[in-house]
């Protein structure tokens, strides 16, 4: 970085921080929230004695030697890998 345009830079870099910091703060202003008190009260209720577990068919690790992976090729999201590249 050149020291005659450090001072420049950081400004310009403090602007648009402050800059972003006031549009976070704006946006927060229209939500709304309830009080801890009524959350709980709206949690989902389970009656944990009424639920009878699925017995898995198998435990462990389940390998497929043979499988074709175009059959996956439908079901790969792939946004997480463009977006970091």
Same mark, same amino acid.
């Given at each position: ?11 310009? $870099? ?17 939500? %709304?929230? $309830? ?21 898995? %068919? ?17 079901? $790969? ?9």
């Amino acid at each position: 970085m050149d020291p005659n345009n450090g001072d420049d830079y950081k400004a310009e $870099i403090r602007e648009e921080y402050a800059e972003l910091r006031k549009e976070y703060y704006d946006s927060q202003k229209d939500k %709304s929230y $309830i009080s801890l008190a009524k959350a709980r009260s709206k949690a989902p209720k389970t009656n944990w004695a009424n639920v009878k577990p699925v017995k898995p %068919s198998f435990l462990g690790t389940q390998t497929f030697e043979k499988y074709d992976l175009n059959k996956l090729l439908p079901f $790969i999201d792939w946004d997480p890998f463009f977006q970091t590249w």
